[in-house]
């Protein structure tokens, strides 16, 4: 799984960082951190991305997991799959398969594309390590 392919809401801001340079990033983590603290979910997701790409700031695993955790818990179905794909790679946390899988479901539930396909990854791993699938109670 390429985990550097996040979904991300970052693209747009890293265009426009191109043409007008850092200044952007540091009022786009300015604003963020703000909206962030209030609660915002898209805002502490945004920061998540920054920090895991390390774009504005020092790449930082476990800062990213704080924000993605954060607005996962909102709701935030981006921050649920990345916290799923953190899990599941153990970036900045010990690899942790139950707990990706938790995140992923909540995630696909939403219908998050990305999520659904990490779920039927898991799954065919599963199966070519056991030979059959697991039923859930």
């Given at each position: 799984?390429?985990?550097?392919?996040?979904?991300n809401?970052?693209?747009?801001?890293k265009?426009?960082?191109?043409?007008?340079?850092?200044?952007?990033?540091?009022k786009?983590l300015?604003?963020?951190?703000?909206?962030a603290?209030?609660?915002?979910?898209d805002?502490?997701?945004?920061?998540g991305?920054?920090?895991?790409?390390?774009?504005?700031?020092?790449?930082?695993?476990?800062v990213?997991?704080?924000?993605?955790?954060?607005?996962?818990k909102?709701?935030e179905?981006?921050?649920q799959h990345n916290?799923?794909?953190m899990?599941?790679e153990?970036?900045g946390?010990?690899q942790?398969?139950?707990t990706?899988?938790k995140w992923y479901?909540?995630a696909?539930?939403?219908g998050?594309?990305?999520?659904?396909?990490?779920?039927?990854?898991m799954?065919?791993?599963f199966?070519?390590?056991?030979g059959?699938r697991?039923?859930?109670?």
């Amino acid at each position: 799984m390429d985990t550097h392919n996040l979904p991300n809401r970052s693209d747009d801001l890293k265009e426009v960082s191109k043409a007008f340079g850092k200044d952007v990033y540091a009022k786009a983590l300015q604003k963020f951190k703000l909206a962030a603290k209030k609660g915002n979910a898209d805002a502490q997701f945004s920061l998540g991305v920054m920090y895991f790409k390390g774009e504005g700031v020092a790449q930082n695993d476990r800062v990213a997991l704080k924000w993605f955790r954060l607005a996962a818990k909102q709701g935030e179905a981006n921050a649920q799959h990345n916290l799923g794909v953190m899990y599941n790679e153990g970036m900045g946390v010990p690899q942790d398969y139950q707990t990706a899988l938790k995140w992923y479901r909540l995630a696909a539930k939403q219908g998050d594309a990305n999520a659904q396909n990490s779920l039927l990854a898991m799954e065919d791993q599963f199966i070519a390590l056991h030979g059959s699938r697991k039923r859930r109670a």
